[in-house]
């Protein structure tokens, strides 16, 4: 089968690329499989094991398809229903009310539902890419890591469960000084802020991590940094919104809306070593590689270019990304 895969996004990735990296690692996955993969992508881009095509602004989707390409694979939304067998991966959290295309699909069953569908594909990563764990490594702290100007992210809450466990936090993926929502500074002796890291030095900062802290206020429609931290061996004290209770189960975390539950399961486990690193690690092994991910989207595929849809009617959001959570 050959496969498209469309994005707005340069490739390769560099640093954090969340979407970017999952996009890479699926054709990586789909070329392993067999299949012939091209990327439709902005000027620029390269790719070692899949043919590169530019993206031309003055044209439409359609006319940038070649004629063998069996399925067409958007990371956006391309605006209208194409005339192609085609499938869309939402990665965000749609607005209420607002129609997606019908062959969407989502990154978790938790995003599915919330949009009236039962239609996903969960995220995975190739673990190859990723520095081996150091299992020999001395843990020195906890971690966040997410984009910290988000506030539904919540590094406040993250550090506050830190001081609580009284231990020592790294911040990846924030500052301490935040001026995209004005000047907002946060003060923490216990936080130290490593910005928008990437490469060994994010792979370090993991593999030192006793655990990471990640009390989201929203719904997470899947969750990268927790899988991410699972492969180094860390543990995950998080709230139980949108997919987190899919990827999190009893043997690898503890999720809570409470502040002090979530700051006592991370002292506990400092105290006791409730979690160990080899569970966390086969967790994301095992459950979230990109192979996986591959194999669950060729169903997909195959179901569209025999004419199915997946849907009988357009999905849409159904349910506001952060009504009724609570945190504290």
Known sequence: MHIMLVNVAPIPVFAYGGTERVVWDLGLALTELGHEVSFLVPAGSSCPFAHIQFIDPTKSWAAQIPADVDVVHFQFHPGSEPDRPYVVTEHGNGQIGKPLLRNTVFVSGSHAARHGSDQFVLNG?????????????????????G?????VKNVRGAIDVAALAHTPIAVLGGSRFNFKRGLRFTFSMHARFYGMVGGSTKFNLLNQSNGLIFPVTWHEPFGLAVIESLFYGCPVFATPYGALPELVDSSVGVLSSSLHQLSEAVKE???????????????????????????????KYNLIADGHM????PPCGLQHTASGLTWG
């Open 125 to 145: 990563l190739d673990w190859r890419n990723y520095q081996a764990p150091n299992w020999k490594t001395k843990r020195i702290h906890t971690h966040f890591l």
């Open 147 to 151: 984009k910290a100007a988000w506030r």
């Open 269 to 299: 486990h400092l105290d006791n070593n409730t979690f160990t690193a080899a569970a966390c690690h086969e967790r994301a092994v095992n459950c979230f590689s990109a192979v996986q991910m591959a194999e669950n989207y060729v169903v």
């Open 310 to 313: 997946l849907h009988a009617l």
